[in-house]
Each structure stands twice: as structure tokens, then as C-alpha cells.
């Protein structure tokens, strides 16, 4: 089946420690993202990917970062710098094909830092 | 002011009721609109999208989007319990993938939908 997955679902993190988390898509899709979701926030874009090789920052890069190796994979790397990264985290990607490039999101990883 | 606003909720309502959900952005530039359906602990999928001005039906659901007042709205008649979910609004400057475009969405801040059996 195409789809997105990430993982974990959910991920304990102590104060000081980076952690990544997975984003795997074979929908051979070029463009990925990354949003933050917090209660009464909405999605928030931390960064995105158009072509392997090559990203963007978000409107909340701050204490992120990613890389873009392989088309198939955009992991995320929340780092110690992040003053508050307990939120839930989705990950999306979007088709090259003429017309309406829909995003199309994964099941989330919720973070919680302890 | 923010991009884009949408209207504070939770709402709730009951079984077969009509359901008007509703946003207001402020950069024209925004030319496609959606309207992504988030249930508890997962990802959204995208429910509806409209290009421009006009109405989009789709069974239950219809989108209408108004560029003159910038606003737009997602209708749901005859409400069900299983449309409970967060109902997010989402735009778009370009569709995606042309050279040069910025694939970005900007989203609303959703709307908790509870509908009472």
C-alpha cells in the first residue's frame, strides 16, 4: 500500500537530548514537510523539502533541523536548542504530477519531553 | 492579524443538523483552498479543495470560497456522528509543483466538530 509513515507513534525525551523522528513515504512523491501541531495552534510548518538535496525552513525552524538524502525519507531532528518541543509532530508530502499537488500526511509521532 | 482565521470553536450539534464552518484569510495572493478532516490522534486528509472563487459539492459537503471578502466556508448537511473530527482550513498562493512554485499551505487553527447522536 503508498502511503506515509512515521515513526515512533509516541516518544519520551528527557531535557538536553536530541532526538529524530522518521518520516518514510513511497508514494514517489518530490516535496515533503514538516509541521508542529499543538492544542489550539493549528499546523505550524517547521521545514520543507521541494527536491532531494535541497530544503527550506518553515515559519518555526528554530531548535530543527533535517536533511533530504534520499527522495523517499525526510527525517527530523528536534534538538536540545528547542525551548518547548512536547507537541505532536506530522509529516506530509506532495506529488509532482500536473494539476492539484495534494498533501498527503502520516499517522503523526507525539514527543513528550519529561 | 494572522494569514488565516478560523472561527474558535469546540462546536457541537446534533445528529442532522447543517454544520457551517468558516474561515477569513488576508493575503490575496491565495488562489486554492482546502478543507483538511483531522480525527483524534492522526493525521488530516484532505476533504475538500476549491480553486478561485465558487461552490464545490461533494456529497454531504460543500465548499464555497468568496475572494472579494476573502472567505471561505465548508457546509456539511445531515451531520453524523462519525463527521466529529477537527476541521482545518488551508491555502495555497500556488497548486503545487510548478517551476518556481512554493508548495506551502498555510492552515487555520481548526475547529473541534462534535456531532450528538
Known amino acids: 500500500d503508498g502511503g506515509i509513515t512515521q515513526s515512533p507513534k509516541y516518544l519520551f525525551r528527557k531535557e538536553g537530548q536530541n532526538v529524530t523522528l522518521s518520516c518514510e513515504q513511497n508514494?514517489?512523491?518530490?516535496?515533503m514537510y514538516w509541521y508542529r501541531q499543538d492544542p489550539g495552534q493549528g499546523l505550524r510548518l517547521i521545514y520543507y523539502?521541494?527536491?532531494?538535496?535541497?530544503?527550506q525552513k518553515g515559519d518555526i525552524a528554530e531548535g530543527y533541523s533535517v536533511s533530504r538524502e534520499k527522495k523517499e525519507s525526510f527525517p527530523l531532528t528536534v534538538t536540545s536548542a528547542q525551548k518547548n518541543p512536547t507537541a505532536f509532530y506530522l509529516c506530509?508530502?506532495?506529488?509532482?504530477?500536473?494539476?492539484?499537488?495534494?498533501?498527503?500526511f502520516g499517522p503523526g509521532t507525539r514527543l513528550t519531553v519529561l | 492579524q494572522k494569514e488565516v482565521e478560523q472561527d474558535p470553536g469546540p462546536l457541537s450539534v446534533p445528529e442532522g443538523a447543517i454544520v457551517s464552518l468558516n474561515c477569513t484569510y488576508s493575503?490575496?495572493?491565495?488562489?486554492?483552498f482546502m478543507w483538511y478532516r483531522q480525527y483524534s490522534r492522526k493525521g488530516p486528509e484532505l476533504l475538500m479543495y476549491?480553486?478561485?472563487?465558487g461552490n464545490k459539492e461533494d456529497g454531504r459537503f460543500t465548499a464555497q470560497v468568496d475572494k472579494s471578502s476573502k472567505y471561505i466556508s465548508l457546509f456539511i448537511r445531515d451531520s453524523q456522528p462519525s463527521d466529529s473530527a477537527t476541521y482545518l482550513c488551508?491555502?495555497?498562493?500556488?497548486?503545487?509543483?510548478?517551476?518556481?512554485?512554493?508548495?506551502?499551505?498555510?492552515f487555520g487553527k481548526g475547529i473541534t466538530l462534535s456531532v450528538r447522536p
Open positions: 506530509a508530502s506532495s506529488g509532482s504530477a500536473g494539476g492539484f499537488n495534494e498533501q498527503f
Open positions: 508514494l514517489n512523491h518530490d516535496a
Open positions: 523539502s521541494q527536491i532531494v538535496n535541497d530544503f
Open positions: 493575503n490575496s495572493a491565495f488562489q486554492y
Open positions: 476549491t480553486y478561485s472563487s
Open positions: 488551508a491555502m495555497s498562493t500556488s497548486r503545487g509543483m510548478e517551476a518556481g512554485a512554493n508548495s506551502k499551505l498555510t
